[in-house]
């Protein structure tokens, strides 16, 4: 069962469609939408295995809500800043 929606959670999928047109325009390695699409459900796929394990109480007081907190604009204004220059996406572009 999902929680209830925050005002923040549109602005949150809002977010991850930016960042996947980074991705797309960035990247050396020309991906396509479906293979980054394959890529991200590759990627999440051990972690969901161990949500399904545990169930809905695995999201309880999780970092989860630290994400959902901030306003929409600060979700916006932070997401544009990340994606202000145009470079290779990496995981942590500060290292």
Known sequence: MRAAAT???DAID?????????????SSLHPTKAMLEAFKRG??????SS?????PQI???STIEG????SPEQIQAT?????????????????
Do not use: T
């Open 43 to 48: 990627a999440v796929a051990p972690d969901l």
């Open 51 to 55: 949500v399904r394990q545990l169930g």
């Open 79 to 95: 997401v544009k800043g990340l994606l202000a220059v145009p470079r290779e996406p990496v995981m942590n572009p500060c290292l």
């Open 59 to 61: 999201c309880k007081g």
């Open 14 to 26: 809002q977010a991850i469609v930016a960042m996947d047109d980074f991705i797309l325009a960035n």
């Open 7 to 9: 005002a923040g959670d």
């Open 67 to 70: 994400f959902r907190r901030p």
